[in-house]
Structure formats: structure tokens, C-alpha cells
């Protein structure tokens, strides 16, 4: 569990109230939603919130295309089921080349400009996150998370006091 690889890798951590109320947590939740969609890119909860936190301008509209596009996307894999974080990872072109490796079809003919425009900045952090999970600890991976998603300025955004935001972080 989360405290136990804690106390493995030397983290400090501070448990509030019993384990239930701890992974409760919004900021838990959320930074466990990225672990868990990196290490299982099928995790269809996990992605659904890692998409929408922080706030990045997805709605429910670009959640729907999304989702649409990655089951077309399986549809026309047939034995290969590439998984919804493969498909947002294709968003973005190879660092090397700097061409895209989409699937087909193509995501220009299945989502709006908007929609593209909102999840490729996520799907370049999400890409750098993943290359780092194949050689970081799960402790070095969530600190890149963390830095990555700037998922800090977000944990002070929805404490309500600087109180409160010390004791997330």
C-alpha cells in the first residue's frame, strides 16, 4: 500500500485522521489517479480523473470525443487494443522526428480543433511522465508528477487556507 512504500523509500508523511479518511483525500485521490493510469493505461477511472484535474479546459465534450476516439481507435486495432493513455500519448509528435505516430483514424477527422488544442499540452506531460516511469521509483515518479502537472499550484488552489495547504503539503 501507499504507506508502506512511504516507509520503504523513507518519505515522510503525516496520516490524518485513520487510512480510510487518508486516501479520501482529494490530493491523494489525485496524485494516486496518475499512478494508477501509468501503470494500468486501461484504468478508465484513473484516466477520467487525470484528465479533468487540475482544470485544464476539459469538459464534457472533449471527454466524450476522447473517449469515442479511443474506442474507434480499438475498433480499428483489432488484437493490438491500444489503450486510452497509448491514444492521448499519439496526440503528440516523436521528439526524434517530429512526426505523429496516430492511429487510425486519424484524430483531425474525429475531434474538434478545441478539443486537440486542450489535450495536447496534457498528452506531451503525460508522455514525459510515462518515459520517466520505466526508469524512476514510484517515489522519484510521483515527485515528477507532482512537478510536471503542477499539481502543487493546484493543491493550493482548492485549500482555503494556507493552513490547510501546509497540511497537504
Request: aromatic share 10%; charged share 25%.
Amino acid at each position: 500500500n501507499l504507506e508502506e512504500a512511504c516507509v520503504a523509500n523513507n518519505l515522510k508523511y503525516l496520516v490524518r485522521g485513520s487510512a480510510g479518511t487518508f486516501y479520501s483525500r482529494a490530493e491523494i485521490k489525485d496524485c494516486l489517479c496518475f499512478l494508477r493510469w501509468i501503470y494500468n493505461g486501461r484504468d478508465q477511472t484513473a484516466a477520467l480523473r487525470a484528465l479533468k484535474t487540475p482544470s485544464r479546459g476539459i469538459g464534457d465534450v472533449s471527454l466524450t470525443e476522447f473517449f469515442d476516439y479511443c474506442q474507434k481507435v480499438q475498433d480499428a486495432q483489432p488484437g493490438s487494443l491500444p489503450t486510452p493513455l497509448d491514444v492521448l500519448v499519439s496526440l503528440v509528435p516523436d521528439e526524434n522526428t517530429q512526426k505523429f505516430n496516430y492511429f487510425n483514424p486519424p484524430p483531425e477527422e474525429h475531434f474538434s480543433k478545441r478539443t486537440l488544442n486542450k489535450l495536447r499540452p496534457f498528452a506531451t506531460r503525460m508522455k514525459l511522465i510515462r518515459q520517466r516511469a520505466e526508469k524512476e521509483t514510484v517515489s522519484q515518479l510521483l515527485m515528477t508528477i507532482l512537478d510536471t502537472l503542477y499539481l502543487r499550484d493546484h493543491f493550493d488552489g482548492i485549500s482555503k487556507t494556507s493552513d490547510e495547504f501546509a497540511d497537504r503539503w
